[in-house]
């Protein structure tokens, strides 16, 4: 099983161009790009998947995601003939998930006819809030009708697999207005919502703005209010800022929190492959004449044996409802788990964790000041 | 043996920053005692820290030669003072060596604070006074009117006094005209049994202490046994000499009026503190010189290292800063929040501050330092007294029957329009207004008594910043009254920090609790957990205050694979822990702890 797993492979494909930068994005992305551009771009990702069928190997992927960026401006066409490519390089499993993130109002019938053509099988769809100026405060091009539009659209389609994207701690929001937003959004009956605190990040214009943003207990009391009602309507939180129906978790993201191997294809993505972690160059034109010229593209890497990888492994299970099997723990890394436990221990009476049958695991109070739990536990 | 009448000595005294330095540095020069090139500028003070904060902190004295207009040679002796209120006993000492004084008044500023003070010092030791008149050289001079002022509110005639400018050399010779024709010379038997005032010693790693003393009456000579008449010490001199602004010139003896130094390779200034007298210890004196006191510190304070580790280096440096300085005392303590550190007592709070600085630059250590305490006198009801220089050793409220705490006299000069916002703010420090006096139409001095404790913290800070800087202060410890005091604990959930903990006034301590809870709820992060912060007399919590428990810190999207750059972000954070100081079970920055520290009043 274990060996089944690790011959399975992810990839994530980064398609770094918007039509326009949200106020609070720091993801690497630009606004200035014409059809030229973005073919060039569409052969340098396909040069770079032949990197990894040198010599011959053939890896199956269970999970494909194209993300952004706004992967909606590459085009339907492109993004159908990326899919084809990936799946004339790799083997793809019966199951596998293939994701591609929409904007709203980029969404239109032509490009979920060809994504469903090319079997793509699951839609990210950024909608934020349901509240449409604290749509404009972000920056977002679209307004809520639209976003409800899409969804319609897109299941019109036959994609049923909808993912939905909300954020709280915003300019101007009340924890009524983000329990609006939360209900809107589970009224449009997605496979899966993802929750998201607003995090000033330095470099963008809304940090520049400095805007009022609710306090932290604000913000800790809309997460905790968010995980309750979503739990009610039947979503299953299953990592800090995700939920899901039964059965549809993003198989892609798991691999991110379960130190399996992904390559990322593309401008700024990251790989954690051949026990390695490692980035592109965060430049389309470097990106572009490297990979064409057949120079390297790597920006950042570190290489680190998985069995060294047990704090990077605590860090990212303990952002998971799953947690941490101790058993699991020692066979992965062949070393106990009793240190870390016993410091994670400290935390249940505090109710921040919960123990059971050998799995430790944060509460949604302890997902909220996970940090600080995860620098305890590791020792940094 | 030299001529005593053509012997004078004398000491400069000044308000801080009329000049004093400048002058010596002027006459030194004009006595050709130091050539241009060595010349550098303020040469006395030889502390960096001297020279930056423009202060005289240790007495220093130079042997000059002056060819005077009458064609005689004199041998002028120089005793420079320190020149702050924390060092009033050894300014007073370093004048009695002397058998005059210049009194630099700033053309422009007239008479302040210092003036009067230094005036009275001078004054009390019978020191003839010679009056001059400063930055003559600035737009702003009025000598005119300094000297009316002078005339005026000290009494002195001034009207002949010299008119200068100690920057720019104008009119130096009429001071050293002055010194021969004014100051008197210094009478005393040459043959009669040895007496001799200590102003000043220092410790050379070479030859031991340095001892610096005016001969009173008798001589002193290399191979004579002294004594020390107040510590007891003896020792056989070794070398005696002429102190020289360069360094120090062997002779074979000093004789009754003569300034100068022996070393009799003493290892400790303790043996040799400022008033003492030397005698000889075959011959003594039938009595000491009058004016002895032992150094008293009226100010403590833990001082501990940042990192506990340095404490060696915290120790060895105090025992090298007290070889120069006997009136640095400490003590080894330990706190469960700051380790192990010292408790330490200083003169006043220059004193300390100025210990403090030497600390951190001259053996580069980072120090914590508690808030400064006063020695309080407790009568327990066993009928034990005890000094409490800490509040960790407060006795318990029970067993005391009367608690003392130090009032000083304090003088405050200002002028008139100020006196509606000093008199409020004595009030609030518990001050007991004495008397008002108007100096002149632009100057009242304010008399009160004040508790000690009231002053130390920030009192001069508070009087300069409501006066606009006019004000000067001027206090001297009086005596010790009964007073209602409790010593107040802070606690941190549910825990003493007992470097937390004060001792004040009953109406006082809400107050200050109060604010310590203030800050303390403005500085500790968010923790796990509430933590509740209180303030307590014995079991009684007084001022209470919580920072609410930590409920956000995470990293929302952990996306797009990128790992590296979460794992570097938490990094970031261990950073900032480290420089986490823990308080029983809370974590706090050792800066903010700090901040708390430097609790100021406003």
Aim: net charge negative; glycine share 6%.
């Amino acid at each position: 099983m274990k060996n089944n797993i690790d011959k399975h492979l992810g990839i994530y494909v980064h398609i770094p161009f918007c039509r326009k930068k949200c106020d609070y994005c720091d993801f690497y992305s630009v606004c200035a790009y014409d059809d030229n551009l973005l073919d060039r771009y569409l052969k340098a990702l396909v040069k770079q998947l032949d990197d990894y069928t040198l010599g011959g190997s053939r890896y199956t992927v269970d999970t494909l995601y194209i993300g952004g960026g706004t992967p909606s401006v590459f085009g339907g066409k492109r993004l159908a003939a990326l899919v084809k490519e990936v799946g004339k390089r790799f083997d793809f499993t019966r199951d596998v998930e293939i994701t591609v993130e929409v904007n709203p109002e980029s969404a239109d019938k032509a490009l979920f006819k060809q994504l469903k053509k090319a079997g793509v099988n699951r839609i990210s769809m950024g909608v934020q809030s349901s509240c449409d100026s604290q749509l404009a405060a972000l920056g977002r091009l679209h307004d809520f009708k639209t976003a409800e539009n899409a969804v319609l659209l897109c299941r019109k389609y036959c994609i049923n697999n909808i993912s939905l994207d909300l954020m709280y701690g915003l300019e101007g929001q009340s924890m009524d207005s983000w329990l609006e937003s939360v209900e809107a959004i589970a009224a449009l009956d997605p496979m899966h919502i993802s929750c998201y605190a607003l995090t000033l990040e330095e470099h963008t214009p809304m940090y520049r703005r400095d805007p009022v943003l609710p306090d932290d207990d604000t913000v800790a009391d809309m997460y905790l209010a968010a995980v309750d009602k979503l739990g009610a309507l039947g979503y299953e939180q299953y990592e800090i800022s995700n939920f899901s129906r039964r059965g549809y978790r993003s198989a892609h993201n798991s691999r991110y929190w379960d130190l399996r191997p992904y390559i990322g294809i593309g401008a700024a993505a990251h790989s954690f492959f051949g026990d390695k972690r490692y980035s592109t160059v965060r430049d389309i034109d470097r990106y572009i004449n490297g990979i064409l010229s057949g120079d390297s593209v790597v920006d950042e890497a570190d290489d680190v044996a998985v069995k060294n990888r047990s704090g990077e492994y605590i860090m990212l299970r303990l952002r998971t409802s799953d947690g941490i099997d101790e058993a699991e723990f020692s066979r992965r890394f062949g070393s106990e788990f009793d240190n870390y436990a016993e410091k994670l221990k400290k935390y249940i009476p505090t109710g921040h964790a919960e123990c059971g049958g050998g799995v430790y695991r944060l509460t949604p109070k302890g997902f909220f000041i996970s940090n600080t739990i995860i620098c305890d536990v590791l020792d940094i | 043996m030299m001529d005593q009448s053509k012997i004078r000595n004398f000491s400069i005294i000044a308000h801080i920053d009329h000049g004093k330095s400048t002058l010596a540095d002027r006459l030194l020069e004009k006595c050709e005692a130091v050539s241009q090139r060595e010349m550098t500028s303020q040469l006395l003070d030889n502390m960096d820290l001297e020279k930056e904060r423009g202060i005289t902190i240790k007495a220093r004295a130079v042997r000059l030669d002056y060819k005077a207009q009458d064609g005689e040679t004199y041998e002028f002796n120089l005793i420079d003072t320190p020149g702050h209120v924390d060092f009033n006993y050894e300014v007073s000492r370093s004048l009695a060596a002397c058998e005059g004084a210049i009194l630099v008044v700033d053309a422009a500023q007239g008479v302040e604070a210092q003036t009067l003070a230094n005036t009275y010092l001078a004054l009390e030791n019978n020191l003839e006074i010679l009056p001059v008149f400063n930055k003559i050289d600035l737009p702003a001079a009025d000598p005119q009117k300094a000297k009316q002022e002078v005339e005026d509110i000290i009494g002195l005639p001034a009207m002949d006094a010299p008119e200068i400018s100690a920057k720019q050399g104008i009119n130096i010779e009429a001071v050293l005209e002055d010194i021969v024709a004014n100051v008197p010379a210094p009478e005393g038997d040459p043959n009669a049994p040895l007496k001799a005032l200590i102003f000043d010693s220092q410790y050379d790693p070479y030859v031991g202490v340095i001892v610096y003393f005016r001969v009173m009456e008798g001589t002193l000579r290399p191979g004579m046994k002294v004594k020390m008449m107040a510590s007891g010490a003896s020792y056989e001199v070794l070398e005696c000499g002429y102190l020289r602004p360069l360094g120090i010139e062997p002779c074979q003896e000093l004789s009754a009026g003569e300034v100068g130094y022996f070393t009799a390779s003493i290892k400790t200034v303790k043996d040799t503190s400022v008033g003492d007298t030397i005698t000889e210890a075959d011959r003594p004196a039938s009595e000491a010189l009058p004016g002895y006191r032992p150094s008293q510190s009226m100010v403590y304070c833990g001082v501990y290292t940042e990192d506990g580790s340095k404490y060696p280096d915290l120790r060895d440096a105090l025992e090298k800063l007290q070889l120069n300085d006997a009136s640095l005392v400490f003590e080894p303590e330990s706190s469960a929040a700051l380790g192990f550190g010292f408790r330490c007592g200083f003169l006043g709070m220059l004193h300390m501050e100025v210990i403090q600085e030497r600390l951190e630059r001259e053996f580069n250590l980072n120090l914590i330092t508690t808030l400064p305490s006063v020695i309080y006198e407790v009568d327990k009801t066993d009928g034990t007294l005890v000094l409490v220089d800490n509040p960790h050793n407060y006795p318990d409220p029970a067993h005391i029957a009367e608690a003392r705490e130090p009032y000083a006299k304090v003088s405050i000069i200002s002028p008139p329009d100020y006196v509606g916002n000093i008199m409020p703010m004595c009030q609030e420090r518990r001050g007991e207004f004495k008397d008002m006096q108007y100096l002149d139409t632009h100057l009242v001095e304010l008399h009160y008594r004040m508790p000690l404790n009231e002053i130390i913290y920030d009192f001069f800070d508070a009087l300069k910043a409501r006066t606009k800087g006019y004000a000067s202060l001027d206090y001297a410890m009086e005596e010790y009254r009964s007073s209602d005091l409790v010593k107040v604990d802070m606690l941190l959930n549910g825990e003493q920090v007992d470097a937390l903990s004060f001792i004040a006034h009953r109406e006082k301590a809400y107050g200050r609790a109060r604010r310590i809870c203030e800050k303390l709820k403005e500085n500790i992060p968010r923790q796990m957990f509430e933590v509740p912060i209180q303030a307590a007399i014995g079991g009684k919590v007084i001022a209470r205050e919580t920072v609410k428990a930590m409920r956000k810190d995470v990293l929302a999207k952990c996306y797009g694979g990128d790992i590296t750059r979460k794992k570097k972000l938490l990094e970031k954070q261990k950073e900032g822990k480290k420089k986490m100081r823990s308080l029983g079970t809370v974590q706090m920055p050792t800066e903010a702890f700090m901040a708390v520290l430097r609790l100021d009043e406003e």
